[in-house]
C-alpha cells in the first residue's frame, strides 16, 4: 500500500510539465482537407481544486494583462474594423425581415414564424463578427430619481477629459514618472470576529452580511462611475474580487493613474448602491404552506394571485430593500511602473484566483461560521427571477411552475461563491487595448517563434468542432491521453532548453 499509484504519478507529472489532467475530447472536422480527428482541448478551469495545470495558465494569463495596462504611456486606440460585405447583406436582410413582420403584425397576422426568422438572423449577426443587437436596448427602463441620500457626503465633479492616462510628474532630474495607485476595498463590520470567526455568532448580522454579498459588483460599479466623476478622465481599472477571512468579498482594484489618497477615502465613504426590490423581511409563506400554481402564482388558503414582479415594483415606497457601503478600512497606495511594488502587487491581485471564495475556511470555528452564512443566504432573493420572493409573497419575474423557495440554482447561493455570483476579475473596457484571447495569443505567438514554427493564422471557418460521445472508439482512455500529452510537452522544453544553449553559446551551433 506504500507504493505510489502508477495513475497518480502520471497525473503529478502532467502537472509538473503543465498538462491538463482534465482534457475534453472533440472532433475537428478539417472543412478544407475533409479530415476529421479526436483531439484534447484544455479544459481552462481557473480553480486550482479541478485543474491546477490550467488555473496556473489562466493566473500568468491575467497576470500578464494586469502588468501590460497598468502604467501605459499611450493612449489605446480601438477603432472597429470597416464592415464586410457579407455582414452588410446580412443586415439589409434583416431590415427586409423586419419590414415583413411590421406589415403583417399591422395586418393582424400571425408573426411567430417571422419572430423565430429574426431571432435566428440576430444569431448569424453575432456570429458572423458583429457585437451586440441591432436594435439596441429594447424594453422600458424603470427610472428612479438619481437624488443622493441626505446620509452620504456629496462629491467633487471635474470637467471630462477624453483620455485614459493619469498625470505625470517630473523629478528635478528631468525624469518624468507616471504613477498609479493599488486600492483595497472592503466592506463594514457586522460584529467583532477573531481569527475569521464571530466572537458572538448570535448578535453577528448574518442577513446584512449576505444582502452585501448579493449586491457587492453593484456597488463596485458605483464606486467607479464616482472614481471617473472626481477624477475627470475616463480612469481604467484591473480588479479582482476576493474573500476576508470573515469571509465577506472585497476588492482590490489596480487603478490607471492617481489621485490623493483624502479623495479616494471621500470617494469610497460617498459610494452607496440602493436595492429598489419588494421587501424581503417578513415570510408570509413557510415551511409545507407554499403558494400554488395555477396560471400565476396564489395564496394557498385563499386563492388569491400573488402581485407579479412588476406590480410588486409599482407599489414600492420610498424606501429601498437594501443599501450596501463600503467600511471604513480604505487602503490606497501609489505604485511605479517597473517597480519591485508594482510586481507584488499584481502578484497580490491574482493571489486568491485559482481559488474559490468558499476555499479559504481555516478551522472548525469559521467552518461553523461558513455554514451560518450559507445558511442566511439561502432564503435571499438573489435577483428578480430568484424562487424565494415566492416566500415573501411575491412572484418571481418569469415565473413558471415548479418555482420552490429555498432551492433557487443560482451560483450566488452555493457555499464555494458565499453570495457573490459576479465575475472575480473586473478589467475596464480600455485597460491594456487587447482582449483576454489576444493576450492568449501574444503567448503563443511567443512560443510558436521559440519552437521555430510560424505562426499562421487560421481561418476561423476552416473547422467544425462537435462533442464526442461517450464510448466513441476514437477516443483513447484518459491515461493513454496525458502519456501522448505529456511526451508532448516533454519534446517542446527540450528543444526550449537547446535553444537556450545556442543563444548563450552560438559557437555550438
Request: aromatic share 6%.
Amino acid at each position: 500500500m506504500a507504493q505510489p499509484l502508477a495513475r497518480d504519478v502520471a497525473e503529478e507529472i502532467a502537472k509538473l510539465h503543465g498538462v491538463c489532467i482534465r482534457p475534453v475530447a472533440l472532433r475537428r472536422l478539417d472543412m478544407t482537407t475533409g479530415k476529421s480527428e479526436v483531439v484534447d482541448v484544455p479544459c481552462g478551469s481557473p480553480l486550482e481544486s479541478k485543474c491546477p495545470p490550467c488555473a496556473k495558465r489562466n493566473r500568468q494569463l491575467r497576470m500578464a494583462q494586469c502588468r501590460e495596462g497598468w502604467h501605459l504611456d499611450e493612449e489605446p486606440i480601438i477603432t472597429p474594423d470597416e464592415p464586410t460585405d457579407g455582414q452588410r447583406w446580412l443586415v439589409e436582410f434583416r431590415a427586409d425581415m423586419q419590414a415583413k413582420r411590421d406589415e403583417e403584425a399591422k395586418a393582424g397576422e400571425n408573426t411567430s414564424d417571422l419572430d423565430a426568422v429574426l431571432t435566428g438572423l440576430d444569431i448569424e449577426i453575432n456570429e458572423a463578427g458583429m457585437r451586440g443587437n441591432v436594435l439596441g436596448r429594447m424594453g422600458s427602463k424603470r427610472v428612479r430619481s438619481t437624488k443622493r441620500r441626505q446620509d452620504a457626503p456629496d462629491l467633487p465633479k471635474r470637467k471630462m477629459a477624453s483620455t485614459t492616462l493619469g498625470r505625470t510628474f517630473e523629478a528635478a532630474d528631468g525624469r518624468t514618472y507616471r504613477p498609479s495607485l493599488f486600492v483595497t476595498l472592503t466592506l463594514p463590520s457586522y460584529g467583532k470576529v477573531l481569527n475569521g470567526a464571530p466572537i458572538d455568532p448570535d448578535t453577528y448580522d448574518y442577513v446584512r452580511a449576505a444582502r452585501d454579498a448579493l449586491h457587492f459588483s453593484k456597488l463596485v460599479d458605483r464606486f467607479v462611475q464616482n472614481l471617473r466623476r472626481v477624477a475627470g478622465y475616463d480612469v481604467q481599472y484591473f480588479a479582482t474580487v476576493e474573500p476576508q477571512k470573515r469571509l465577506a468579498p472585497h476588492l482590490h482594484m489596480a487603478v490607471r493613474g492617481t489621485l490623493p489618497r483624502a479623495e479616494m477615502k471621500q470617494i469610497a465613504a460617498a459610494t452607496y448602491h440602493q436595492v429598489w426590490w419588494p421587501q424581503a423581511d417578513e415570510a408570509r409563506f413557510e415551511g409545507d404552506r407554499l403558494p400554488i400554481w395555477n396560471d400565476g402564482y396564489a395564496d394557498p388558503d385563499t386563492g388569491e394571485v400573488l402581485p407579479t414582479w412588476d406590480e410588486a415594483l409599482d407599489q414600492l415606497g420610498d424606501k429601498p430593500m437594501h443599501v450596501i457601503r463600503f467600511g471604513d478600512q480604505v487602503d490606497v497606495k501609489g505604485v511605479l511602473a517597473g517597480s519591485p511594488d508594482a510586481d507584488q502587487c499584481i502578484r497580490y491581485l491574482s493571489k486568491y484566483l485559482t481559488k474559490s471564495l468558499g476555499e479559504t475556511l481555516d478551522g472548525q470555528a469559521q467552518r461553523e461560521h461558513a455554514a451560518r452564512f450559507v445558511d442566511a443566504l439561502r432564503y435571499e432573493p438573489c435577483s428578480p427571477t430568484c424562487p424565494n420572493w415566492l416566500r415573501y409573497g411575491v412572484q418571481p419575474k418569469n415565473a413558471k411552475p415548479g418555482m420552490v423557495p429555498g432551492c433557487c440554482r443560482s451560483k450566488a447561493h452555493k457555499p464555494e461563491h458565499l453570495g457573490y455570483a459576479g465575475r472575480r476579475v473586473l478589467v475596464s473596457r480600455k485597460w491594456s487595448n487587447k482582449t483576454l484571447a489576444e493576450h492568449k495569443q501574444d503567448r503563443r505567438t511567443w512560443v510558436l517563434e521559440a519552437l521555430g514554427q510560424a505562426d499562421e493564422p487560421t481561418d476561423p471557418h476552416r473547422y467544425v468542432w462537435q462533442p464526442v460521445r461517450p464510448g466513441d472508439p476514437d477516443v483513447a482512455p484518459i491515461g493513454v491521453r496525458l502519456l501522448r500529452s505529456i511526451a508532448e510537452r516533454q519534446r517542446w522544453r527540450a528543444h526550449l532548453r537547446r535553444l537556450e544553449e545556442l543563444s548563450a553559446n552560438p559557437q555550438a551551433a
